[in-house]
């Protein structure tokens, strides 16, 4: 007859086996903490990516708006009339008017908006950009402002390239806004622009 064989439960070999089994439950809580910090990351850098794309968008926008300014008042500013009012975008601004105005309060400005064409000027290449919402929300506008003579002394770089000293040009001030393909990405560029 065989003895039998009887398992002490204190022995050392089962112990080891519940304390391998705890190890390796933490091994693994601790690999997925580090799983899920990584993809918060990577998710906040597709994030700033998008953002940044559009910012790109509406930069790109905005400056094509301020060169068709441009290119609009070196074709027929001579025609263009520039009113207190500011209609269709033509202004002139406070510091070039004549009479002062009445009130300079917000209530006197709230209704000037940029997507009516009434109050600033659409982007008139008809270029489509890839990416922008096909609205006049999203259409490039541009505002125009008379600044008035501009006179600079021989030898300042204003006045250089002009033909002499004594040529003159007009000068204006050019806001233009462009919006990415988020409504709330908004970008606004303003340029000093001189035709002689």
Not at 63 to 72: G, H, K, Q, V
Not at 151 to 170: H, I
Request: proline share 5%; hydrophobic share 40%.
């Amino acid at each position: 007859m065989k003895p039998i064989r009887t398992r002490q439960k204190n022995s050392p070999r089962g112990a080891q086996r519940g304390l391998s089994l705890i190890t390796t439950l933490l091994f693994m809580v601790a690999a997925l903490m580090l799983g899920v910090s990584v993809l918060s990351v990577n998710v906040m850098q597709e994030r700033t990516i998008g953002n940044t794309k559009d910012r790109d968008l509406a930069l790109q926008v905005a400056e094509s708006a301020l060169r068709d300014a441009e290119r609009e008042l070196l074709s027929s500013a001579a025609t263009f009339e520039f009113t207190e009012a500011c209609v269709k975008g033509l202004c002139i601004p406070p510091s070039q008017r004549l009479t002062t105005p009445v009130s300079t309060s917000i209530e006197s400005v709230v209704d000037w908006s940029w997507n009516s064409d009434a109050d600033a000027r659409a982007y008139r290449l008809g270029a489509k950009f890839p990416g922008l919402a096909d609205s006049d929300d999203a259409r490039p506008r541009y505002v125009i402002e008379k600044v008035g003579d501009l006179d600079a002394a021989v030898g300042e770089s204003s006045a250089m390239g002009r033909g002499g000293p004594g040529a003159t040009g007009t000068g204006y001030r050019v806001t233009a806004r462009g919006v990415g393909a988020r409504p709330e990405t908004v970008v606004v560029l303003q340029s000093m622009y001189t035709v002689r």
